[in-house]
């Protein structure tokens, strides 16, 4: 086998994350109902994501203090203490959500272990949320590393790589997300393999999707109980 290391994504790849994110998306809803529209509150609340990215980085604290920017801006004045209280709550009980593993997830870290594989958990988001849900997520002692990193663009995986002494070219990465989990992975010319979530959120769609899966170093499948069978067949 050419590969040799392998990555796998936290959020929405090994453990549900999405899906606690949009429960707090309706509460949050609900609550400015009597404010604004839900469309363009989803609208504005997607351009602030958007905008305080570079500022605020990825995860639960970001989308908090984007959700009250968002509240302020759209319902201003009108906006209480009240309501600006059970927006930090809802971030609060984000923040605490249970891990929700994803079905085959441990198995499939257990069997890139028991291969000889080289493990790294490749994570972003806050530090203090993700090193939380790798150790609620009881796959720290099964992986050889952790990476939470602030972006997941050709750099990070460069020097996530280089500080594991892992040849990129021996390398593949599994994840949801096609523009941070199998772009740039593919740019340094390691392998990708694609899990969709249903629930992959619209900042991490893709420009070029259909010149990744065009790649010869990309697949995809339908959940980690695949890996065993898809990982074998990489090659050059
Ligand atoms: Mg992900």
Redesign the pocket.
């Known amino acids: 086998m050419v590969i040799e290391a392998i990555g796998f994504?936290?959020?929405?790849?090994l453990w549900q994350?999405e899906t606690a994110f949009a429960i707090t998306h309706d509460r949050v809803r609900a609550l400015l109902a009597s404010h604004v529209p839900r469309d363009v509150l989803d609208a504005q609340l997607l351009e602030t994501e958007r905008r305080n990215l570079e500022i605020y980085g990825y995860g639960v604290k970001a989308f908090t203090l984007s959700m009250i920017e968002t509240a302020l801006d759209l319902a201003g004045e009108a906006l209480t203490a009240a309501d600006v209280r059970a927006l930090l709550d809802a971030g609060k009980e984000l923040l605490a959500h249970p891990v929700e593993m994803l079905p085959g997830a441990e198995d499939a870290v257990r069997w890139a272990s028991a291969q000889g594989l080289q493990v790294v958990l490749i994570?972003k988001g806050d530090l203090f949320h993700q090193e939380s849900k790798v150790a609620r997520s009881g796959l720290g002692e099964l992986v050889d590393a952790v990476e939470v990193v602030a972006e997941k663009d050709v750099a990070t995986y460069q020097r996530a790589l280089r500080r594991n002494r892992v040849d990129p070219t021996n390398f593949v990465m599994v994840?949801?997300?096609l523009r941070?989990?199998a772009a740039p992975v593919l740019e340094l010319g390691g392998w990708a393999v694609h899990v969709p979530?249903p629930l992959?959120w619209a900042l991490?769609a893709a420009d070029d999707e259909d010149a990744l899966r065009a790649s010869p170093r990309f697949r995809e499948v339908p959940s980690l109980i695949e890996i065993p069978t898809v990982i074998p067949t990489l090659d050059h």
Do not use: I, K, Q, V
């Open positions: 994504d936290g959020d929405d790849t994350s994570t994840g949801n997300a941070s989990d979530h992959t991490e």
